[in-house]
């Protein structure tokens, strides 16, 4: 028997102590970590095993004309070149991708973005691939090639793909099919009420426009993937991928075969961020395994993610009606994502983050747009916070401009407009478990906002800031888990959640050590393995805590019930009144048995299992075409705030952000210590995106394509302090009243800063990052002294 | 990364014998921080690394001679320099200079030598060595020679040493008592990256009079240099900041910037100006 639940399931209010939940316990394998003994896939090395070394594209759109692999192939130690042609006869329409089938395995006819896989050379001996790709020549007859996303929209001329090719997984998507001379992917509307009208109420109206650059993951494990033929017809893969689930439907899908001939695991990652999400390299490896015959390997350098899949630049358009009063009447929105060549989950990101783009405010009359826009640059995906943070960078700064015209204080401004529980969403939903309210106030207190503050001195001023931002969890979706008692006792989790360092693994084991009066430390959480673990739509969105935590939660409470009914005899008690604890199970009476104990009475000796299975898939409704209204659109709601105190040097335009505080509604933290890290690790990697990195283009080709030219934050950049608060809050339908956290620390960095920024010294930034150069100009200005260029 | 040859000679003699003047493929490597971000990125392909680890002796040595002159060998890694008591007492704006270049994983490794040797104008210590009147000793197969380190610089990664030749130390001179050495680094974008701009500054003053001064910026500028005119401008004016001001136009028109990532022309020059005037300031009161 499985527990499926369609419908949320609900929470144990009346559950009794809870020991587990709320313990910050250390997570399960930071000893292997520390000692070097976790596994990754970056070290997995198989016999016979090749490694491939891409060649890529150096034009930004071109028809490939000749691609040249002689002298590559003749190099001694070259086991086979391959290109898209090969790949084609192989599978004849080798197009990959979760939103749209437009990514070919390697570039067939046309080149659409510099770094492009083109070919791969294979040899045991990763240098000799190595030097074989660089002894690869193609030619290509350039082709006018689109970079900006507004332009792109617009274009009449070039477009990226001949044709919009949507898959087929996402009903919403299947009008755009054959859709022909666009880059848009996909636009997405909303409309609430009459924006117009609401205009009109208003006594002012706001217009601004705010871009932010392309960025990148840098996730310290780069992507990396190996395919192991086992025979012709089948196939395991192992990946660093935050999808194995996905990948293996996918991949099945291009070979033509069911799924259960494709095996995906994977280990720990050495950090994801959205990068290794859906499929990247594994339909790469999985052709080129296939063709050769041998397992093949590819890992990517540092460099090649930043040809791989980014962060989407965007330009966001935001119209607001206000009274003199303060009060927001109408809210328009146009935002444009700039996607790349392929559309990997952007049209997602467009849609999912799209309607929450007039932000977590109370308004009556809001109209919004939102578009997936090809162009030529690599390929834009999920990073941390799926398209949020760009968002709140648009509408946060766009309010603080607001409210300082209005003179009324930004904290203030927004309390009079915040969305409460009880009210509805852009899209009409009603929010429930919604701790905006709460948000405001604790950032209140934390920033002592109101009461004086140093404004600095000489060319070093000061000010501070605050943003809110809140995100939708993703929806509809689905996870899976088996909670498994061997005969000591013991107790495994099956889950298809990926631990990328977010602790999802102590997470997962507290969950089910609560359930069955386990310690945590003692329970093994089994990583992905599609032959082994239950499906899971993938750990991203801030939804594993959340969806497969009620999924473990089910799955123990279900092995639970087996476990009382056989105890029940053993102890001659109503399994209904018995109690777990401390590996063991206890009656009224006081009898107890220790769970091994209770196994043996049935299987009689050290034997048996007892498996409990969960499947959690919440409710929703998919957003009507054309005003983009649902009643359901997500399970539940994260909401993220930070207060900023910054430092500008008014001579150079460089900002130190001396203080971050980031205050967050995550219901019931299952782990408080994991929370605040997440939440402080989210901040300062968005802090990043706010001060220093921009992937920078010169003709399609990024030209700081490394950590020595692209600057993540070091340890001097921390601020001096950096707070997270965590706001006590309940989701009714999580499991033990939590919902996600991954993402909440990022949301609201970006403006927060730059309001920040505004308030010490009286510009606005209104693109990002927020470099020196930027600030320093935007100063020059203020003064009516621009800084020219030709000196 | 292709295959090459790896020596590890055991002696300076040997080393240098390894080296060919006529193969740019063949070069000696210290602590390979600059040289393997290189060959990473494709930009240098060896066929032969001479790599200097198992060379002792002064290479390795920081002292300080009967003339007060600080001797650092060309091995010596950067967080010894950062770190050593006699570089704090001889030229504290040496080690100062270390805590904020690049991080500690790399100043654990990185070697003076190779600092130096790279021609990479955007290092730090560069104009800084050009302020204090250094001097470096190379070794070539002909001999020893001194070079000057204002000379050493002479292009965008180009120095004076011939191919065939290695450094084997740097010394700064002994200052005078009337003398005091600064450097100030802006970085663009993190904190511990390379600068935008640094600018060194070593004044004599006496009496609140500024005896004479040497300027030096690297990084926005194609390779570490003096700046002549800012330091005629400065030349007996007092220590005042009005004087400074005149030292920092004067710098901000004689720089020629090269626009990059960190900044552009036009802002590299508002920062030259800022700095010259922040690394007077500095030395000056120090
Ligand atoms: C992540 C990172 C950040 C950095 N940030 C900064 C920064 O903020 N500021 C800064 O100033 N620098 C910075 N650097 C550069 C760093 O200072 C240099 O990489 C380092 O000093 C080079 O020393 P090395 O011993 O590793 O040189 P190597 O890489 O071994 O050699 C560099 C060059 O010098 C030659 N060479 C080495 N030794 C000798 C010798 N004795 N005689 C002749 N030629 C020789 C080599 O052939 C090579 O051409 C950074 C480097 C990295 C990797």
Known sequence: ?791 | MIPFDLQEPASLAEAIALLDPDDPSVRPVAGGTALMLMMKAGLFQPTRLISLRRLEGDLRRVHVDEHGDLHLGALVPLSKLELSPLVAEHAPAVSETCRTLSNVRVRNVATLGGHVAHGDPHMDLPPLLIALGARARAVGPRGERWIDAADLFVGYYQTALERDELLAEIVIPAPSPDSSAAYVKFTALSADDWPAVGVAAAVRRREGVILDAVLAVSAATEKPIRLAAAEAAIRGKSTSSGSFDEAAEAAAHEVEPLADIRGSTAYKREMVRVHVRRALIKASHS
């Not at chain 1, 209005?406 to 929010?431: C, K, S, V, W």
């Not at chain 1, 930070?642 to 130190?656: F, L």
């Open chain 1, 1 to 791: 028997m499985s527990t499926h639940v369609d419908a949320p399931a609900p929470v144990e209010r009346k559950a009794p102590t809870t020991t587990q939940i709320g313990r910050s316990i250390p997570r399960l394998e930071s000893r292997a970590k520390v000692t070097g003994e976790a596994e990754y896939i970056h070290n997995l090395r198989l016999p016979g095993m090749l490694y491939g070394k891409i060649f890529r594209s150096t034009v930004p759109h071109g028809r490939i004309v000749r691609i040249d692999t002689r002298a590559a192939k003749e190099l001694p130690g070259v086991f086979a070149v391959i290109t898209g042609e090969d790949v084609r006869a192989l599978i004849p329409d080798p197009y990959y991708g979760p939103a749209f089938h437009d990514q070919p395995v390697l570039a067939i006819d046309k080149v659409r973005y510099v770094g492009e896989p083109v070919a791969v050379a294979l040899s045991e001996d990763p240098h000799i691939a190595e030097h074989a790709a660089n002894l690869i020549e193609a030619e290509y007859e350039d082709l006018p090639a689109v970079f900006d996303e507004v332009e792109a929209a617009a274009a009449t001329q070039v477009f990226v793909h001949d044709a919009l090719r949507p898959a087929g997984m996402f009903p919403d998507l299947k009008h755009l099919h054959g859709r022909t001379k666009t880059n848009v992917a996909l636009d997405f509307t909303l409309r609430r009420n009459d924006v117009e009208q609401g205009f009109a109420q208003a006594d002012y109206v706001f217009e601004h426009v705010f871009r932010t650059p392309t960025v990148a993951h840098t996730a310290l494990e780069p992507i990396v993937s190996v395919a192991e033929p086992r025979g012709p017809q089948a196939l395991t893969i192992h990946t660093s991928s935050q999808s194995p689930s996905f990948v293996r439907s996918e991949v099945a899908r291009l070979l033509g075969w069911p799924e259960n001939r494709v095996r995906v695991r994977t280990a720990f990652l050495g950090g994801g961020f959205g990068a290794k999400l859906y499929i990247k390299l594994e339909a790469m490896v999985a052709v080129l395994a296939l063709m050769v015959k041998r397992p093949v390997k590819i890992s990517l350098t540092m460099e090649e993610q930043f040809y791989t899949i980014t962060k989407h630049a965007t330009t966001v358009h935001l119209k607001t009606g206000v009274t003199k009063a303060g009060k927001i009447t109408a809210r328009q929105c146009e935002a444009w994502w700039n996607g790349g060549a392929y559309a990997d989950i952007g049209p997602r990101v467009t849609q999912k983050s799209g309607f929450t783009a007039a932000g977590p405010y109370d308004i009556e009359n809001v109209a919004l747009n939102s578009y997936a826009v090809y162009t030529n640059l690599p390929p834009a995906g999920a990073l941390r916070g799926f398209g949020i943070p760009q968002l709140v960078w648009a509408y946060e700064s766009h309010t603080d401009l607001i409210a300082r015209e209005l003179e009324i204080d930004p904290l203030e401004f927004r309390r009079a407009n915040i969305l409460r529980d009880g009210r509805p969403q852009a899209t009409g939903t009603i929010m429930h478990d919604i701790a905006t309210v709460e948000v405001l106030d604790a950032l209140s207190s934390a920033m002592r906002w109101g009461e004086s503050f140093d404004r600095g001195k000489g060319s070093i001023r000061r000010g501070h800031g605050i943003a809110i931002g809140f995100k939708a969890c993703i929806a509809p979706t689905t996870s899976g888990a088996i909670v498994n008692l061997y005969g000591d006792g013991s107790c495994a989790v099956y889950c298809g959640t990926v631990d990328m360092g977010q602790g999802s693994d102590t997470v997962m084991a507290q969950i089910a050590a609560e359930v069955l009066g386990l310690d945590p430390q003692s329970v093994s959480v089994i990583h992905p393995d599609t032959d082994v673990t239950p499906y899971d739509m993938a750990t991203l969105g801030s939804r594993s805590t959340f969806h497969m935590g009620n999924a473990v939660r089910l799955a123990a409470l279900e092995a639970r019930e087996k476990l009382f009914a056989i105890a029940g005899k053993a102890l001659e008690a109503d399994p209904s009144l018995l109690t777990v604890a401390d590996n063991g199970v206890s009656a009224p009476s006081g009898r107890r048995l220790s769970i091994a104990d209770v196994i043996k009475s049935t299987f009689l000796m050290q034997a048996g299992n007892i498996i409990g299975t969960g499947s959690f898939r919440p409710t929703y409704t998919s957003p009507s075409q054309g005003d983009g209204q649902s009643d359901d659109i997500t399970p539940f709601w994260m909401v993220g705030a930070v207060g900023a105190e910054v430092e500008v040097d008014t001579e150079t335009g460089r900002v130190r952000v001396t203080r971050l505080v980031n205050v967050a509604d995550v219901g019931t933290p299952i782990n408080p210590g994991i929370v605040t890290r997440q939440l402080n690790g989210g901040a300062l990697m968005q802090l990043g995106f706010t001060m220093s990195e921009a992937v920078r283009f010169d003709n399609g080709q990024a030209v700081n394509a490394s950590l020595a030219d692209y600057k993540i934050p070091g340890i001097l950049d921390i601020p001096d302090q950096t707070l997270a608060k965590i706001v006590a809050g309940c989701q009714s339908t999580g499991p033990f009243g939590a919902k996600g956290v991954g993402e909440t620390g990022t949301f609201a960095v970006s403006p927060a800063i730059a309001n920040a920024v505004h308030d010490a010294v009286g510009v606005r930034i209104f693109d990002l990052p927020l470099t020196p150069e930027t600030v320093y100009r935007a100063l020059r200005a203020a003064q009516h002294n621009p800084l020219e260029d030709q000196q």
